[in-house]
């Protein structure tokens, strides 16, 4: 595979992943709409940003897109947003995608 295709296969996991895992927990927690989080101990804290972490890209996205159909967000402010989604998409699926390998779903073919 290609860098190009590594790279925006990186991204597309990332992103289907945030994305599944900010619905999963929506569904679980029986929200509708965009991911709300109100931790009170220690331990909840510590569960929501590690939720955070993953489901950011998906709830930034969304947010981002509702404000610009709001008028409340410029052109440019929302192409940041964009950078930032696409950027840490590319980070969470590095992470997929290096368990993945480690699983054995994905085989390099050069090795």
Wanted: proline share 3%; charged share 10%; with cysteine.
């Amino acid at each position: 595979m290609s860098s190009f295709g590594t790279f925006t296969l990186c991204i597309i996991m990332g992103f289907a992943t945030s994305q599944a895992i900010a619905s999963l927990t929506g569904f679980v927690l029986g929200q509708t709409g965009v991911l709300r989080l109100s931790p009170r101990t220690d331990l909840q804290r510590l569960l929501a940003l590690s939720l955070v972490t993953i489901t950011g890209p998906a709830v930034l996205f969304e947010n981002s897109l509702k404000a610009k159909a709001n008028a409340e967000q410029s052109a440019v402010a929302l192409s940041l947003a964009l950078l930032i989604v696409l950027l840490w998409s590319f980070l969470i699926g590095v992470l997929v995608v290096r368990v993945a390998q480690l699983g054995g779903v994905f085989v390099n073919p050069f090795s």
